[in-house]
């Protein structure tokens, strides 16, 4: 067993662990001002949400992974005059009991919350939002191209 783990606020060293030391966490932890990190778990929930934007010819589609959220739990609103969406949402704490013991938390809870800047040409009335198996899907639909004048023939008279 090694000095340097408990040095750092680590209690005990299990060699059978799939755990990786982190020979950071305790300066991490300092400066969050405990050892829980649950600052740190809290708002990676923020920098989780993955969330993907592609332009096809007719809308501008948006779909976030937000596994075991219900769609009341998510909110999609229109900010700044109507040229920013703004997707956010609650991942809730899971109910522990005193007599729980937890071995490891990964998954991300906390609030997160997602920002784009839209562009001029969407029909911002025309949005519409489905969520299915955790993904939740915004379309925003696109104004159609204004077309380029064509010239006008005209004929020459007698």
């Given amino acids: 067993m090694s000095i340097i783990p408990s040095f750092l606020g680590r209690r005990s060293l299990d060699p059978f662990s799939l755990e990786v030391w982190d020979p950071f966490q305790a300066f991490t ?4 001002g405990g050892p829980s990190g649950q ?3 809290e708002t990676s929930a923020v920098a989780n949400t993955q969330i993907d934007w592609k332009e096809t010819p007719e809308a501008h ?5 937000l596994p075991g959220l219900k769609k ?3 909110k999609i609103e229109l900010e700044e005059g109507q040229i920013v969406l703004q ?8 109910e522990e009991e005193k007599n729980d013991k937890w071995h490891r938390i990964e998954r991300s809870r906390g609030k997160f ?3 784009f800047r839209l562009p001029e040409n969407v ?6 939002a489905s969520m299915e198996n955790g993904v939740l899907t915004v379309t925003v639909p696109k104004q159609p191209q204004p077309q380029p004048p ?3 023939s005209i004929e020459i008279s007698c």
């Fill in 72 to 74: 009341e739990e998510v």
């Fill in 87 to 94: 997707i956010s949402g609650e991942r809730s704490k899971e």
């Fill in 113 to 115: 919350l997602r920002r």
């Fill in 123 to 128: 029909k911002v009335e025309e949005i519409k």
């Fill in 61 to 65: 589609i948006f779909k976030a992974d």
């Fill in 29 to 32: 932890d300092l400066a969050i």
């Fill in 39 to 41: 600052f740190v778990r």
């Fill in 150 to 152: 064509q010239p006008k």
